[in-house]
C-alpha cells in the first residue's frame, strides 16, 4: 500500500527485550485504532514476520544482536520501504543512533520506557507517533528529498558572530530531521541566526542538534535560555520545552520555557512564530517543512501578515504534507518550493541583493 492508511493500524514490535516488547504491545493494544500483530526479538526474525504479516507500522530498536537495528533499517527501506518508528534509549549513543535511524528512513523517534521516562510517557509519544507514520505514503520513502546528498561546508562560523539583524525560523515535524539537513546544509556560514522547532521528544533534539552541528557551515545547538542569536548559529528548542524570540537592547534573545500544549506539542511551531511575528516583523523569513497536523500554519500567517517573507515545502518533497498545506490554504505563504530550493531562496531573501530587506 502507498497511501495513506485508513482504518486499524498494524504493529510489528521488533525489540530484543521482551520486557520492552510486553511494555509496547500493552500500551498499543489499548487503543482500539492499533492492533498489535506480532513481535520479533531481532532483524531476522523480524524479516520473517513482515513477510508473513505485512505490518503497516514498524516499531525498532536499534540496539540488538546478531544485527543492529541501523544496518536492518537501511537493507529494509532499499528492498521494501516500510513506515518505521526508532524506539530508542535517550542515552547519548543510542540517542544519536536514533537520528541516524531518521536520515534512513525511520519517520518518528520515541524513547524507551526506562529512566526518567515511565511507561505512561512513552505511550503519549508512541501512540501519536504510530498514528502520524499511518499518514505517511510510502512513495514518499522513496522520494528524492529523503536522499539528498548536502555538500561538505567548506568554513564554519564561530559563536562569536554579530547579533543578528534578522531572523530565520523554521517548523518541522514528521520527516523532520533530513529535511532540516537538506536546508541547513546549504546555507552559509554567515547566514541570519536561525531558530528551528522540530517535534520530537526530549533528549532527542540535543542529538539533532549536534549531528547538523558536523554538518553544517552555521553553529548549531541546542537553545538554552536568554542567548544573545548571532548570524551564524542555528537554535534548536529542546523537547519538553516552548522556544520564543524576544527583543532586547542587545539584540534578538531566545526564551526557553515551559507552557500549555500547542497543537498537543511543546515546542509548537506556532509559539515560536507568534513571537517571531511579533518582534521581528519584516526582519525575517518563516519556513514550514514537512509535519502531520496544522502546527505553525496560523504563526505564519502571523508573520506574514507582519511583514516576513514565508514559505512552505511543497507537497511532493514532504514526507507528510499537512503543516504545508494547511499554511497553504491559509495563504500564509509567499511562496511554495521544492525541499531543493528553499536553502536558495532564504539565501536570496536576506542576501544584499535579496527582495526581503
Same mark, same amino acid.
Given at each position: 500500500?502507498? &497511501?495513506?492508511? @485508513? ?8 525489540? *530484543? ?31 520473517? %514476520? ?14 540488538? @544482536? %546478531? ?13 521494501? #520501504? ?13 540517542? !544519536? ?15 524507551? #520506557? ?33 536522499? =539528498? ?18 531572523? =530565520?525560523?523554521?517548523?518541522?515535524? $514528521?520527516?523532520? #530531521?533530513? !529535511? ?18 522540530? /517535534? ?22 541546542? !537553545?538554552?535560555?536568554? +542567548?544573545?542569536? %548571532? ?6 528548542? #529542546? ?15 531566545? /526564551? ?7 497543537? /498537543?506539542?511543546?515546542? &509548537?511551531? *506556532? ?12 526582519? &525575517?523569513?518563516?519556513?514550514?517543512? $514537512?509535519?502531520?497536523?496544522? *502546527? ?27 503543516? @504545508? ?7 500564509? !505563504?509567499? +511562496?511554495?518550493?521544492?525541499? +531543493? ?17
Amino acid at each position: 500500500m502507498s &497511501a495513506p492508511l @485508513p482504518g486499524v493500524i498494524r504493529v510489528l514490535i521488533v525489540d *530484543d527485550s521482551a520486557l520492552v516488547r510486553r511494555l509496547l504491545s500493552e500500551a498499543l493494544s489499548r487503543y482500539p485504532d492499533i492492533e498489535v500483530v506480532g513481535t520479533a526479538r531481532d532483524p531476522f526474525e523480524a524479516r520473517e %514476520r513482515i513477510v508473513e504479516l505485512e505490518p503497516d507500522v514498524i516499531t525498532l530498536d536499534i540496539e540488538m @544482536p %546478531r544485527m543492529d537495528g541501523l544496518t536492518f533499517l537501511e537493507k529494509l527501506m532499499k528492498a521494501k #520501504p516500510m513506515r518505521v518508528i526508532v524506539v530508542s534509549s535517550v542515552a547519548q549513543a543510542s540517542s !544519536a543512533n536514533a537520528i541516524r535511524a531518521m536520515n534512513l528512513g525511520a519517520v518518528q523517534v520515541v524513547p524507551k #520506557p526506562e529512566g526518567s521516562m515511565s511507561v505512561p510517557d512513552v505511550e503519549k509519544f508512541l501512540i501519536r507517533a504510530v498514528r502520524h507514520a499511518a499518514m505517511v505514503s510510502l512513495n514518499r520513502l522513496r522520494g528524492p528529498a529523503r536522499r =539528498i546528498v548536502p555538500p561538505v561546508p567548506s568554513k564554519r562560523a564561530t559563536l562569536t558572530g554579530q547579533a543578528s539583524r534578522r531572523i =530565520i525560523a523554521i517548523g518541522v515535524s $514528521t520527516g523532520g #530531521p533530513p !529535511a532540516i539537513e537538506a536546508v541547513l546544509t546549504r546555507l552559509p556560514a554567515d547566514a541570519p541566526g536561525t531558530v528551528i522547532v522540530q /517535534h520530537m521528544p526530549p533528549m532527542f533534539t540535543a542529538a539533532l542538534a549536534n549531528r547538523l552541528d558536523g554538518l553544517c557551515a552555521m553553529r548549531v545547538h541546542e !537553545a538554552t535560555d536568554n +542567548e544573545l542569536i %548571532r548570524d551564524g548559529v542555528v537554535y534548536i528548542a #529542546p523537547g519538553g520545552f516552548h522556544l520564543v524570540v524576544r527583543r532586547t537592547a542587545e539584540g534578538y534573545v531566545t /526564551h526557553v520555557k515551559q507552557g500549555p500544549l500547542v497543537h /498537543h506539542q511543546r515546542p &509548537a511551531v *506556532d509559539v515560536l512564530f507568534d513571537s517571531v511575528a511579533d518582534v521581528c516583523g519584516a526582519n &525575517a523569513i518563516g519556513v514550514l517543512l $514537512t509535519g502531520m497536523g496544522a *502546527d505553525g500554519a496560523r504563526g505564519m500567517l502571523a508573520m506574514k501578515e507582519a511583514g516576513a517573507w514565508t514559505m512552505a515545502q511543497d507537497e511532493e518533497t514532504c514526507v507528510v504534507y499537512g503543516m @504545508p498545506r494547511e499554511a497553504v490554504e491559509l495563504d500564509a !505563504a509567499h +511562496e511554495v518550493l521544492p525541499l +531543493e530550493r528553499i536553502a536558495e531562496a532564504i539565501t536570496h531573501q536576506w542576501s544584499p541583493l535579496g527582495a526581503h530587506r
